[in-house]
């Protein structure tokens, strides 16, 4: 049984950096496309960014350039590095294993997911 588990959220000031870590465990950690998800309240839950098994990265237009998704396959870990916080990168932030190796755009295609941690960014 999958299992993914998120550290590293918190409070920052706009322009501040905060890295997230996805500790995953039970089953073969390189071989499945990887991605950070986020919610903020009254919202729909959006994909941030993917990294596939090939290290191929993706991200949401909003985010580019600020963020970088990134993982070590040694410590079965994925991570989140966001610089240049924006009070609209307020939300919860989740990780989760796609149904492969493919990176896929829609969410229902990931099938295991964490349990979140908070980014709150203040102006």
């Known amino acids: 049984q999958a299992q993914l588990v998120e550290s590293g959220g918190g409070s920052a000031q706009a322009g501040g950096s905060l890295r997230l870590s996805c500790a995953a465990s039970?089953?073969?950690?390189?071989?499945?496309?990887l991605g950070w998800f986020r919610q903020a309240p009254g919202k729909e839950r959006e994909g941030v960014a993917t990294?596939?098994?090939?290290?191929?990265?993706r991200y949401e237009d909003s985010v580019k350039g600020r963020f970088t998704i990134s993982k070590d396959n040694a410590k079965n870990t994925l991570y989140l590095q966001m610089n240049s916080l924006k009070p609209e990168d307020t939300a919860m932030y989740y990780c989760?294993?796609?149904?492969?190796?493919?990176?896929?755009?829609?969410?229902?295609?990931?099938?295991?997911w964490g349990q979140g941690t908070q980014v709150t960014i203040s102006s």
């Open positions: 990294i596939d098994t090939y290290g191929s990265t």
């Open positions: 039970g089953y073969p950690f390189s071989s499945y496309c």
């Open positions: 989760a294993r796609s149904r492969g190796g493919y990176c896929y755009t829609s969410d229902s295609d990931y099938n295991y």
